[in-house]
Every structure is written in C-alpha cells, then in structure tokens.
C-alpha cells in the first residue's frame, strides 16, 4: 500500500516551499511511496499541515553512496546530509532518495 502522508522536521520547511529542497532521504519503513501519487505534507514536531508533494521516485542508495548531487538536492553540504542522516538512522547503510515537487 503507497503512503499519502509524509513529515518533515519544521526546519525543512522554508527549502520544500522554496523549491530548495527536491528529495528526502528515509529508511525501509518510509519507502513505500508511489510515484505520480499526491502526498500531503506536515511537520513532523506537531502535525501541522503545509503542502502537498507529487512523488517523482523512489531509489535505493547505500550511505556510502550519498553524493555532492544530493545534498544539493537537500540544500546543504555533504558532510551536513551526512552528519543528518546518521542523526536519524544511525548505522542504516540501505537508504531511499524520495524525490518530489511541490505542487502548487
């Protein structure tokens, strides 16, 4: 069953709504997002509701393989995605790259 519904800490709010920020990174339980699926988008400290998200992707990727290219994509360093990533799934090394685009 694909997921409608995704969380975002608050920081990340401001990039998503820019258009700074196009892909999140997740583990296996947040990788059952559809492609071309609408999902509606809330923060994650207290459930407020702040936009919707068209699915373009989801991929695998290893840590190892975590890249300039998507921290970008993330709006902000290498070592800043990284150091976040380990925050969140300390010692996952099979990750997903959810890409998106805000719909308007």
Not at 31 to 60: H, M
Request: with cysteine.
């Amino acid at each position: 069953m694909s997921l409608s519904k995704i969380t975002f800490f608050e920081r990340f709010e401001a990039d998503i709504l820019s258009g700074k920020k196009t892909i999140t990174i997740r583990d296996e339980a947040e990788k059952d997002y559809a492609p071309n699926s609408v999902v509606q988008v809330s923060t994650y400290e207290n459930d407020r509701w702040f936009c919707a998200l068209k699915i373009q992707s989801v991929d695998a990727i290893a840590f190892s393989q975590l890249s300039e290219f998507h921290a970008q994509q993330e709006n902000m360093t290498l070592p800043e995605l990284k150091n976040v990533i380990q925050e969140l799934y300390p010692d996952v090394e099979r990750l997903y790259v959810i890409s998106y685009e805000l719909i308007g």
